[in-house]
């Protein structure tokens, strides 16, 4: 069965970086893409970019391309996000997902339980 | 806002056919194909569709899919509580080099 387990809630102040996780089960981690969805409280989900371990080839929507950062780590079938200075616009619930594509068009089929960052001094 | 639309709200009564309509354009729905996923309250998405009409294992044949041009639909028949979710459509824009999420649909079981 596929799994992907998230790392568990974060509370930070303004400035403070963080890196979340998400951990692969059940399926050859290096063979999907994997991503990334920001969700804001009461707001709907924001794509935010994904990257693919067999090759770290790494695409990030407009939107958040320079504010976080996604690292993969094989050999622990292990997904990051990152930030380096959080601000309370951050504070988000942040699902990884797997990405499997077919003829060149990708779909998220499998998500992991969420992070829930709260960012606040 | 997303370049993607969707209409904010939809609401049917128990045995129902509703329909979800995504918008957009010839950069994303027009040339890549489109995902729906549910949300329930409180809980991660799941995929409910995928590459326009195509329903993962264990996903009713209640839920279906289709794309046209520069938009798609989700149709629901034979409406249930259990239905009572937030809707979205994703798809992948050319222009943007990235995915995108509709602004979602919030479909209320009356």
């Known amino acids: 069965e596929v799994q992907l387990v998230q790392s568990g809630a974060e509370v930070k102040k303004p400035g403070e970086s963080l890196k979340i996780s998400c951990k692969g089960f059940g399926y050859s981690f290096s063979k999907y893409w994997i991503g990334w969805v920001r969700q804001m409280p009461g707001k709907g989900l924001e794509w935010m970019g994904i990257?693919?371990?067999?090759?770290?080839?790494?695409r990030y929507s407009p939107s958040f391309q320079g504010q976080v950062t996604i690292s993969i780590d094989q050999s622990t079938s292990t997904a990051y996000l990152q930030w380096s200075s959080l601000k309370p616009s951050d504070s988000a619930m942040y699902y990884c997902?797997?990405?499997?594509?077919?003829?060149?068009?990708?779909?998220?089929?499998?998500w992991g339980q969420g992070t829930l960052v709260t960012v606040s001094s | 806002q997303s370049v993607v639309t969707q209409p904010p709200s939809a609401s049917g009564t128990p045995g129902q056919r509703v329909t979800i309509s995504c918008s957009g354009s010839t950069s994303n729905i027009g040339v890549n194909a489109v995902d729906w996923y549910q949300q329930l309250p409180g809980r991660a998405p799941k995929l409910l569709i995928f590459?326009?009409?195509l329903r993962p294992s264990g996903v009713p044949d209640r839920f279906s899919g289709s794309k046209s041009g520069t938009s798609a639909s989700l149709a629901i028949t034979g409406l249930q509580s259990e239905d009572e979710a937030d809707y979205y459509c994703a798809t992948w824009d050319d222009n943007l080099n990235g995915g995108v999420f509709g602004g979602g649909t919030k479909l209320t079981v009356l």
């Open positions: 997902a797997r990405r499997p594509c077919s003829g060149g068009q990708c779909y998220f089929d499998s």
């Open positions: 590459l326009n009409n």
């Open positions: 990257m693919f371990p067999g090759d770290f080839d790494t």
